[in-house]
């Protein structure tokens, strides 16, 4: 396991991006490259990564091929083929996006979700992004999310067996696994599933935690983690079970200081644990 998160402190160079992880510990990173055109620079990246045993741990595609406006789905496709060759050339481990939503907020709800129309819009979808760049050394893979498939272990693998392309692999955030007190209070379980069915296929992992809220209808918030209610143990030591690389990645979080006591507290884990990585 590889723990990463967002740097602050402003990097020039190459060298100095990865004298500042270093600084930090992670052992792994956000892709620092937005430009999928600038050779020298990802070349540059690259080569101060693998000097300093740092992994890119994905580069964001964040957009909504399957969306409302046509013109728009056009546009998020492009930029998934755009990301995807980033992830490429710079030996990300995978290039993540959500499927996306029907409705207008791209990451929301809508009642065509779930439908068939739309699985086979989002199999349609990734086929052409993994199509067009054909990647050999990184992964395409689409983050699970509450409100859209993949929601859970069943429909990542049946989304697998569709999609039918060795460029597709799996991302892990089981924050984002957790939409009901059900499973808010079974969450170790649901950990332990996802990583046992999918492990193999699991390129990348987001580290954040959920809160449910003391309220009649169910409320659940992202929070930061250790003020939650997520299994931190179960997460750690199965993260640590899969490929001895796979990044940790801590996010959504507003401050260093915020990050600074969220990487403090799974550390922490991860000592009571004697597991090493972090």
Known sequence: MRLGAPI????????????????MG?????????????????NAYA??????????????????PIGPNEAERKKALQL??????????????CCVNISGS?????????????????????VDAVRTIIDAVKPTRTFYALETMPCMVPDDTESYLHLIQAIDRKGFAAHF????????????????AIIKEFTAKL?????????????LLPEAIAHLNEIRPGLGGLDYRTFVQEVDKLDKDTPLMVEHLGTAEEYDKAVAYI????????VGGV
Not at 83 to 91: F, N, S, T, W, Y
Not at 107 to 112: E, N, Q, V
Not at 199 to 211: L, N, Q
Request: proline share 7%; with cysteine; hydrophobic share 40%.
């Open 47 to 64: 080569k101060a990564a693998k000097e300093n045993d740092i992994v890119i741990a994905e580069v964001g595609a964040w957009s909504n």
């Open 26 to 42: 992670y052992r792994a990173a956000y892709c620092p490259v937005g430009d999928p055109n600038n050779i020298d620079q990802i």
């Open 267 to 274: 550390r922490g884990v991860a000592k009571a644990l004697a």
């Open 102 to 122: 029907r409705g207008a907020n791209w990451a929301g709800p809508d009642p065509k979700n779930f439908t068939d129309e739309t699985f086979a819009m989002i």
């Open 173 to 188: 955030d089981p924050t984002n696994l957790i939409c009901s007190p059900q499973r808010y209070h079974n969450n170790a």
């Open 8 to 23: 602050f402190e402003k990097a020039n160079d190459p060298g100095q991006w990865a004298a500042i992880h270093k600084k």
């Open 199 to 211: 492990g193999p296929y699991i390129r990348s992992c987001h580290a954040k935690d959920v809160i």
């Open 80 to 93: 998934n083929i755009d990301r995807l060759a980033l992830a490429e050339k710079i030996g990300a481990r």
